[in-house]
């Protein structure tokens, strides 16, 4: 696809996938990312995208041994009926990576189809890690419009001592400009498996204006939730009263448990900002007891 100039307007491509059924023409974007130790150091081996979906050039603000830090750009900004966007990483034996993006995702209302039923844009990620690699994947929030019709899927492979360290952070709606959830649905899945036996499931079902999401056993009435997730080799119960102690859960709005043997934190509030900041720190925190550094802000956060 391409944009026609002067414009957001989408102009397709000789070749382009076909109008859907609700007669937009819809983008399907992949990224395939590998990663291997080379010269003492982790290194982008390999990169190949279809769409509009692709990366900058990796960075090692860490330096030569450290993670490889790349940027996972997304030019359109966000995703529609219709649309699909793929990521897939493989790292092999003994690599480290640090995945984030430019800014927020966002998933737009969906556009009214001929059939009445709004195509669904699911976005996806897939993670393979093997023996003794380093994920992690830190995104910035996905903002879901009102009246989106979206899928959020994260699945991650691992080996028996690979680690893999991810956040993932929603706002229903845009509560800085008043907009509510009160149309549409979003569905989630996270999904860890190691060595192929599944260590963590968890799947989420949102629909605008229901009563989850003002309900006190539900979202309370707050647009932001977050989950916060270190699945390595061997997570201590230490690691979670750290945790717990430095950021607090007097205001319920941070959590931290130990499910599985995975170290979970969770935030529900109503701030996007406020969510970074306590997954940031707690990053921090854990940083130096799963990977034995100091935790390093990818340079983007900083423009």
Do not use: N
């Not at 983008?27 to 990312?33: D, E, G, P, T």
């Not at 393979?128 to 995104?139: F, I, K, M, N, V």
């Not at 079902?205 to 056993?217: K, T």
């Amino acid at each position: 696809m391409r944009f026609d100039e002067g414009s957001s307007r989408r102009m397709p491509e000789p070749g382009a996938e076909p109008p859907t059924a609700s007669g937009f023409a819809s983008w399907h974007a992949r990224l395939s990312l590998s990663f291997a130790q080379r010269r003492g150091g982790t290194q982008l081996i390999a990169s190949s995208h279809e769409g509009p979906l692709r990366v900058q050039r990796p960075f090692h603000p860490e330096g030569r041994v450290g993670p490889c830090h790349v940027y996972v750009l997304h030019p359109p900004g966000g995703i529609v009926s219709g649309d699909r966007l793929r990521l897939d990483a493989r790292l092999a034996e003994g690599a480290s990576a640090l995945l984030t993006a430019p800014g927020a995702s966002k998933l737009y209302r969906a556009r009214a189809a001929r059939t009445h039923v709004a195509a669904q844009a699911v976005a996806s990620q897939h993670f393979r890690l093997g023996p003794g690699a380093t994920l992690e994947w830190l995104p910035h929030e996905t903002i879901v419009f009102d009246g989106a019709r979206a899928a959020v899927r994260t699945e991650v492979d691992l080996a028996a001592d690979a680690t893999y360290v991810g956040w993932e952070l929603l706002c229903l709606g845009r509560p800085a400009a008043g907009e509510r959830f009160g149309e549409g649905a979003l569905r989630t899945e996270l999904l860890i498996r190691r060595e192929g036996r599944v260590r963590y499931l968890e799947r989420g079902l949102f629909r605008g204006g229901d009563v989850l999401l003002e309900a006190p056993w539900g979202l309370r009435g707050q647009p932001v939730l977050g989950t916060f997730v270190v699945a390595a080799p061997q997570v201590e119960a230490s690691w979670v009263e750290a945790v717990r102690d430095a950021l607090g859960e007097a205001d319920a709005q941070l959590s931290v448990t130990l499910v599985s043997g995975l170290l979970v934190a969770r935030y529900l509030g109503g701030s996007t900002r406020e969510a970074r900041a306590l997954f940031e720190h707690a990053h921090s925190m854990l940083r130096p007891l799963y990977a034995g550094r100091a935790a390093v802000r990818p340079r983007i956060w900083s423009t």
